[in-house]
């Protein structure tokens, strides 16, 4: 049983089909696959890795409009691809799940919106970015206009004319800030901390490219590779040396001195931390935006919202018609509070303690459990689908490794990973996720590594292309 049916969901049953498994089933709370790319319809959303490796590399598209995907493009690749490979009769849509528990009796019984399962194996790939995180602000309930979240985007709310607030300035925020900035009469952006922003230069793709592509796919994927290259070469600022992030920085700078006419609001836009430190963010048409006579940027803290105004901290009174939030989303997603080990405790406790598992792979405490994404499995230096599909190949050996040694359970051993933990953490202390002077969810509350895999990635690719079962407790 796979949770999720987002790139994690529907290639892990592409690839179990393939290995022969057929008696699988995928559950959906949405009516709809495709996951984060179904759910976050704002303005602008679109992908912040080139389209070419944003995407699955047994499945290549050479039609893609730009160079980054837009939301509507990458929603149509996964049904798309769902639809060629019959994964479609494997989900079941607008099925929640409630709870999965482990049974010692060698399943997991699994509660759902539409009744109850049982599964030999379970697997999450619910994502990382499923559920909006907001701010606690005094007053928020009292509020009489419209709010609403980038991830529950009210498209039946016109903004035009209108004085809107936009709390937060993280990635969602970047893409529809300058696409709302033209229609609405004011926008004040309350912004805590800058983001680095370097560019974008996204553009359309000509027919003459496509047409290439679609005749010789071999230029394809050396465009492929040649993202990878240029991609994993972030992780000589993330983790290898703090002083390869100048060159990154430059950039950054360069990017708002051209951008930005006015030196006041290029000193509030330059960001006081290390460049990737946060997450970097890629765009063109974010900084012009700010720089216009309708936007104000605002730094000062929020005091309280009344029914039609925000109050800052130093009294200062903002009238507004809406609230936007672009505020990101939740470290623990609901469905971790949902998985609940042999002993009782759920992922989420788990993880609330200290991000953990094996790989990403897999967690000690839950038998014949799997997942994507986990801690210390995403990469910040690297496209997820990349890293989904080094945890599909791993996950994949190890049902076949499973089916063909007649196993009944398997469950990593908690000494192997502790072993990994205690390296995930001796390779992060001298990063800059942790050691770049700014907080977010690259950080833990305490400063550690929230799970980012402090490695390159085609390393952890070669640790995961096969099951490790001598890591495992086995029982036939």
Known sequence: MIVGAGFGGIGLAIKLRQAGFDDLVILERAGDLGGTWQANTYPGCACDVPSQLYSYSFAPNPNWSRKYGRQAEILEYLRTVATEHDVLRHIRFDTELLEARWDE???WRVATSRGELTADFLISATGLFAEAKYPSLPGLDTFAGKTFHSLHWDHEYDLTGKRVAVIGTGASAVQFVPEIQPRVAELVLFQRSAPWIVPRLDRRTSGPERLLLRQIPMVGKAIRGGWFTAIEGFGLVGFVDKRFRHPYELLGRLQLRRQVRNPRLRRVLTPDYMIGCKRAIFSDSYLPALDQPNVEVVTDGIAEVRPHSIVLRDGTERAVDAIIFGTGFTSTPSAFERFIGRDGVSMAELYRTRPQSYLGATLAGFPNFFCTLGPFGAAGNQSAIFMIESQIAYIVDALSTVRSRGLR?????????????????????STVWVTGGCTGYYQTPDGRNAGLYPNW???????????DIDSYEVNA
Do not use: I
């Not at 990994?420 to 992060?428: A, G, V």
């Open 457 to 467: 990635s085609f390393q952890y690719r070669q640790r995961t292309s096969r099951f």
């Open 409 to 429: 359970r398997v469950e990593v051993k908690p000494r192997v990973q502790q072993e990994f933990l205690n390296e995930m953490e001796r390779r992060s202390a």
């Open 105 to 107: 009796a060698g399943h």
